[in-house]
C-alpha cells in the first residue's frame, strides 16, 4: 500500500512535469493574403472614385499593383486622373502604421482623385495582404512639395 | 503487509519529522517551480511555432494563384516546412510527410472557424503540437471570408520535453540538497531539547534511588525548564517530609523505649509484691484468691509485654546485637518447645543434628513465638519440622486452623496487628511474630508466612547455616 501511494506520488512529481496534451485552442487570427486578383481604383464619368478587380490571379505586392495602375485603365468606362508618364516602377516601404510610396510623379501629374487612386490601390494591398485598415500611406513626388509629407487615407476604405 | 513500528527516540522521531517537512516543502517549492516554468516554456514555444507558421503562410500567400493549383499548394507547402499538409476543398497538395498526425478535433475546428488553432498531443512516444489553419481571403476594405486553403502543420516538441525534464531534475535535486541541511538541524534540536530530558532523568533515578538531595538545575525559559524547576520543588517538598517522618518516627521510637524502660522498675517492685501475693493465696477467701490470681496473671503479662516492647525498640534503635555460637538447630528447637511444656501438644519432626552459626536465644525467641501463635490461633496438630540444606537451615511451623485470609496475610508481622477485632484479648502481647521476624532478619534470613497444604497456616523460618561475616 505504502509503495503503491509513493509510486503515484513519483508518477505525479514527474509526469506532472512533461508536455501536457490539450485540448484544441485557439491561437491567433488565420493567415491571409490569397485573392484572384488585384484591386486598382479609378474614377469614373461622375469623378466617383471606383475599385476595379484586375485578374492577375494573385495578389501580389503593393509595387506591382502600383505599375498596373499607372500602366492605365484599359477599356472600361472609367479613367485615370494620373497623367501617363514613361517608368512605373513605384517603390515601397512599410514602417508600422505608414506606407511610404515613392511615385515617378511629380504633384503637377495628379489631381487630389489621382492621389486618392494611388492611396487607395497601395492600402487595399496592404490591408488584403493582412496589414491594417487604420495605415496612412505618405506619397513622395519626385520633385519636392509639401504634399510628399501629407499622410493620407483612402474615402472608400474606413 | 507488514507493519513497521514507528521510531522509538525522541531524537529519531525529531529528525524523521523535521527530513520529511523540509523535503516535502523543498520538494512542492521546486516541484511547483519547475511546472510553472515548464508550463510557461510549452506556452511560449507554441506561441512561436503557431506565429512562424502563419508567418510563413502570409508571406507565400500573395504570390499564390487563386483558385490554387496544383503548383500553388505545393509551393505553400514547401513555404510552410516539413510535417506540413496543405488542402483545397478536400484536395491535398502531393507530398508532406509527417502530417498524418493531424487529428480530427483540430480539422474540425480548422473548417468550423476562422483563426489558427493548436492542440498538443503525445503520439509515438513523444508530444507535438498540432497547428492547422485556414488561410482568409481579404477584402480591401478588410472584411474576411475564407478561401478553402486549409495548412496543418506538426511540431516535434521534445526539445521542450527534455528542457522540462531538465528542470523536473534540478528542482529535485534542490530538494534534496536541503535534505542533509534538514538531518543537521534536527539533531541540533533534538539534543537541546534531549540535553534537559536525560538529566531530568538522572535526577529522577537519584530520587528513586534514594538520594533526596538530587537536583537539576534549569537552563533557559522554556517548558522543560519549568518541568526542571517543578521536578526540584516535588524533591524538595518530599526531602522535607520525608524528614519529617523520619524525626515523628523516631520520636515514637524513643518513646516507646523511654516508656518501657520507666515502667521496669515499678514492674519489678510489683512482680515481687505479687509474687508474695501468690505464696499467701491459699489462705484467702475464694474471691479474694481469685482476684489474686488475676492481678498475677495480669501482672505476669505486663512483664511480658514489656519485655518485648524493649526488644523492639531495641530493633528500631539497632542496638539488637546478634551472639552468633555453633548450635545444634535440632536440639535448641526441641528444647525450646521443652522448656514451654509444648513437647506433648506439637509434633516434631527433627531428626538428627543440624549444625548452624546461630544465636541461640534468638533462636528459642523465634521457635516459641511461632509455636505459641501457632497453638493461640491455630488448631492442633500443630507440626514444628527442622530440615536444612547445605546453605540453609528451614525451620516450618503449620496448625490446622482456619489459616490466613488473603487481607491478614500481609500484615502478620505487624505490631499490634489483631486478625479479629472481636477477639481483641488474647494472651499474646502482639509482638511475638514482629519480634521473630526481625530476630530472622538480624541473622540474615527470613520469615514468611502463606497458607498450609491442609488448609491451616504456614509459617517458614530460613536462617543460613554460616554466618557471611563470620
Known amino acids: ?158 | 503487509m507488514t507493519r513497521r513500528l514507528p521510531p522509538r527516540g525522541l531524537r529519531a522521531r525529531l529528525v524523521v519529522a523535521f527530513v520529511i517537512v523540509t523535503v516535502a516543502g523543498a520538494g512542492a517549492a521546486a516541484w511547483a517551480s519547475a511546472r510553472s516554468a515548464g508550463s510557461a516554456l510549452v506556452d511560449a514555444t507554441q506561441e512561436r511555432l503557431t506565429a512562424a507558421l502563419a508567418d510563413q503562410v502570409a508571406a507565400v500567400a500573395p504570390q499564390l494563384t487563386y483558385p490554387p493549383g496544383r503548383e500553388a499548394l505545393e509551393r505553400l507547402r514547401a513555404a510552410a516546412g516539413p510535417g506540413t499538409l496543405v488542402t483545397y476543398r478536400g484536395r491535398r497538395a502531393p507530398g508532406g510527410a509527417g502530417a498524418d498526425l493531424v487529428t480530427e478535433p483540430v480539422r474540425a475546428a480548422v473548417r468550423a472557424g476562422d483563426g489558427i488553432v493548436a492542440q498538443r498531443i503525445r503520439a509515438r512516444g513523444r508530444p507535438w503540437l498540432v497547428i492547422g489553419t485556414p488561410v482568409a481571403i481579404t477584402a480591401p476594405d478588410g472584411r474576411r471570408r475564407p478561401s478553402g486553403i486549409e495548412v496543418y502543420a506538426v511540431r516535434d516538441l521534445s526539445g521542450v520535453d527534455d528542457r522540462i525534464d531538465g528542470l523536473t531534475r534540478s528542482a529535485a535535486a534542490t530538494a534534496a540538497l536541503a535534505l542533509p541541511l534538514a538531518v543537521l538541524l534536527a539533531l541540533a534540536a533534538a539534543g537541546s531539547v534531549l540535553r534537559p530530558v536525560r538529566d531530568l532523568r538522572d535526577t529522577a533515578t537519584r530520587l528513586a534511588a534514594g538520594d533526596l538531595t538530587a537536583r537539576s538545575p534549569p537552563q533557559g525559559a522554556d517548558e522543560l525548564a519549568q518541568l526542571t524547576v517543578t521536578v526540584n520543588e516535588m524533591a524538595a517538598s518530599l526531602e522535607a517530609s520525608m524528614a519529617a517522618m523520619r524525626r515523628m518516627q523516631a520520636d515514637a521510637r524513643r518513646f516507646a523505649a523511654d516508656v518501657s524502660h520507666e515502667l521496669r522498675t515499678p514492674l519489678s517492685t510489683l512482680t515481687a509484691v505479687v509474687e508474695v501475693l501468690a505464696a499467701s493465696a491459699d489462705g484467702l477467701e475464694p474471691d479474694a484468691r481469685e482476684s489474686a490470681q488475676l492481678a498475677i496473671t495480669e501482672t505476669q503479662r505486663l512483664v511480658a509485654l514489656v519485655e518485648d516492647l524493649m526488644e523492639v525498640s531495641r530493633f528500631d534503635a539497632g542496638t539488637a546485637t546478634l551472639r552468633v555460637e555453633d548450635v545444634d538447630v535440632a536440639a535448641t528447637v526441641r528444647a525450646a518447645l521443652r522448656a514451654r511444656g509444648w513437647l506433648e501438644r506439637v509434633e516434631l519432626d527433627a531428626a538428627g543434628e543440624i549444625r548452624a552459626q546461630a544465636d541461640p536465644r534468638r533462636l528459642d525467641v523465634i521457635v516459641a513465638n511461632l509455636a505459641g501463635n501457632a497453638l493461640r490461633h491455630g488448631r492442633p496438630p500443630v507440626r514444628v519440622a527442622v530440615s536444612a540444606t547445605d546453605e540453609r537451615v528451614r525451620v516450618e511451623v503449620t496448625d490446622d486452623g482456619p489459616g490466613l485470609s488473603a487481607d491478614v496475610a500481609p500484615h502478620v508481622f505487624d505490631r499490634f496487628y489483631k486478625a479479629d477485632a472481636a477477639r481483641a484479648r488474647t494472651p499474646g502481647s502482639g509482638l511475638g511474630l514482629a519480634i521473630a521476624l526481625e530476630n530472622a532478619r538480624l541473622h540474615g534470613g527470613d520469615l514468611t508466612a502463606g497458607p498450609a497444604d491442609g488448609g491451616g497456616a504456614r509459617f517458614v523460618l530460613r536462617l543460613p547455616r554460616r554466618r557471611e561475616d563470620a
Not at chain 1, 34 to 43: D, I, K, N, Q, R
Not at chain 1, 47 to 58: D, I, M, S, Y
Not at chain 1, 59 to 72: D, H, K, R, Y
Not at chain 1, 150 to 158: A, D, H, K, N
Open chain 1, 1 to 158: 500500500m505504502r509503495r503503491l501511494a509513493a509510486a503515484v506520488a513519483l508518477t505525479l512529481l514527474l509526469g506532472g512535469c512533461g508536455v501536457q496534451t490539450s485540448g484544441v485552442t485557439p491561437a491567433g487570427r488565420a493567415p491571409t493574403g490569397v485573392a484572384p486578383g488585384v484591386t486598382l481604383y479609378f474614377v469614373d464619368r461622375d469623378g466617383r472614385l471606383r475599385p476595379q478587380l484586375r485578374r492577375t490571379g494573385r495578389l501580389g505586392t503593393i509595387p506591382e499593383a502600383m505599375a498596373l495602375l499607372l500602366t492605365g485603365v484599359g477599356d472600361a468606362p472609367l479613367r485615370s486622373e494620373i497623367a501617363p508618364a514613361g517608368p512605373t516602377r513605384v517603390v515601397a516601404t512599410t514602417a508600422p502604421g505608414l506606407i511610404r510610396l515613392m511615385v515617378p510623379l511629380t504633384i503637377d501629374d495628379v489631381t487630389p482623385r489621382g492621389i486618392d487612386q494611388l492611396v487607395c490601390t497601395a492600402l487595399g494591398v496592404h490591408v488584403q495582404r493582412g496589414g491594417s485598415t487604420s495605415t496612412r500611406v505618405q506619397i513622395r513626388f519626385v520633385q519636392p512639395t509639401p504634399q510628399s509629407r501629407v499622410r493620407r487615407t483612402c474615402p472608400l476604405i474606413p
